[in-house]
């Protein structure tokens, strides 16, 4: 079973989470929109799979390189 994670590239604020667990997504759909210094930061899902796991609450403050949630990849 191949996972993705979705990371923060950044240490931020997570403003909306957009994908939910066991949706499925398509590589490029928005996940999450984080909050850097004001601006707003789409997160996009890079791989086409099932949301199997959602690791952070909106509101929460994240650090660079954290998972934010993790997709089960479509084989």
Request: aromatic content about 2%; hydrophobic content about 50%; charged content about 25%.
């Amino acid at each position: 079973m191949n996972i993705f994670e979705i990371t923060a590239p950044v240490a931020g604020i997570v403003n909306k989470i957009v994908i939910k667990k066991d949706q499925q997504v398509l590589a490029g759909d928005v996940a999450m929109i984080l909050e850097v210094m004001k601006m707003e930061n789409e997160l996009l899902t890079e791989k086409s799979g099932t949301v199997s796991e959602i690791s952070v609450e909106e509101g929460a403050m994240v650090a660079a390189g954290q998972v934010l949630a993790k997709i089960q990849i479509n084989e």
